[in-house]
């Protein structure tokens, strides 16, 4: 393990002000999406479509990392660039999704686990030659009254420390994603109980497994209200039980939080991630964010899969990367939403 490549990484993706584009959407992810703008979701057309993100003037000014998929790593532009040598040109990190997506945990269950193991180390090898410098693995946790159980917490823990592990002997930064599902009724206080649990689940196996832990980054939900809850915690709740609960949870050697926005409108994930900043100037952690859908929305719609609208997805992006830039620093304003 190579620890003096894998602290600049992690300098990298971590540098203040500056989050992760997630744009490892799988094919049925991503096909839904361009099903929005009535797109047909071609290879060509998925190219475009992240070359189209990866150019944009100044990305590089709020983006430390984008996570590819398997795809799109391996992607060219007409001109022969890799998209990852556009990113690597902008002095953006690129990194890989690695999972295979989940399973249920048994028949009928509705508890997932994730998958992709097979032949891991043998892909880092591949990937780390097209560029790749860190990995995403990421498992989903069910919400109610009774759920996740026990046993689903621990599975999906040994499943991210082992990843991790493989990850870092592998040379490349692990991100470890630990995802407590947004659906269904729950409270902010069922949501901060379950994310507790799960944290302490997850930095357990992690410690049993020898994971470095100042060479990863956390990429967990925020402590919210789950999306039919009848009563919507504010930004400024949401900010107090979410720094309360990884003060509890999360060891200091972990130099970098990077927040999912985990189905949060735009301006909402941008919104909570500026009012945990504002709470947590005295922490140890960067707080930061690792948004998809938070950060590609208002873009995909701009552009509409036309060469003609480029410039209008590019923008929208930009926009929204220097808003959760300035959310990094606790220096987002909701007027910013109106500015040009």
Not at 73 to 88: F, H, K, N, P, V
Not at 193 to 220: C, D, I, R, S
Request: some cysteine.
């Amino acid at each position: 393990m190579n620890t003096t490549e894998l602290e600049a990484t992690v300098r990298a993706m971590t540098a203040r002000g500056k989050g992760l584009l997630a744009a490892d959407e799988s094919s049925g992810t991503i096909k839904k999406r361009f099903d929005s703008i009535g797109l047909e979701s071609t290879e060509t057309n998925r190219r475009d479509y992240r070359q189209m993100l990866f150019t944009t003037d100044g990305l590089e000014q709020a983006i430390s990392g984008v996570i590819l998929y398997d795809e799109t790593l391996r992607q060219s532009t007409d001109d022969g660039r890799t998209l990852a040598g556009i990113l690597q040109a902008k002095g953006i990190v690129p990194g890989i999704k690695v999972d295979k997506g989940t399973i249920a945990m048994a028949p009928g269950s509705a508890e997932k686990l994730t998958e992709g193991f097979d032949g891991l180390a043998r892909r880092y090898e591949e990937y780390y030659q097209l560029g790749a410098r860190f990995a995403k693995w990421r498992a989903v946790y069910s919400i109610s009254d009774h759920l996740p159980s026990t046993r689903n917490m621990l599975l999906n823990a040994q499943g991210l420390a082992r990843y991790a592990a493989i990850t870092q002997q592998s040379g490349l930064v692990p991100i470890v994603e630990p995802e407590v599902l947004m659906d269904g009724a729950h409270t902010i206080e069922r949501c901060e109980e379950v994310t507790t649990a799960v944290l302490n689940a997850v930095f357990a196996a992690l410690a049993a497994e020898g994971v470095a832990l100042e060479l990863m980054v956390l990429k967990p939900n925020m402590v919210i209200s789950g999306k039919e809850c009848a009563v919507q915690a504010s930004a400024q709740q949401v900010a107090a039980a979410t720094v309360r609960c990884f003060s509890r949870t999360v060891p200091a050697a972990v130099p970098g939080i990077m927040f999912l926005s985990g189905g949060q409108g735009d301006a909402e994930a941008t919104a909570n991630l500026d009012a945990i900043n504002r709470l947590s100037a005295h922490h140890p952690w960067t707080f930061s964010f690792s948004y998809g859908r938070a950060l590609q929305a208002p873009s995909l719609k701009a552009w509409g899969g036309k060469k003609d609208n480029i410039a209008a997805g590019q923008k929208a992006l930009q926009k929204r990367a220097l808003l959760n830039g300035a959310a990094c620093r606790g220096e987002y304003e909701a007027k910013l939403e109106q500015a040009a």
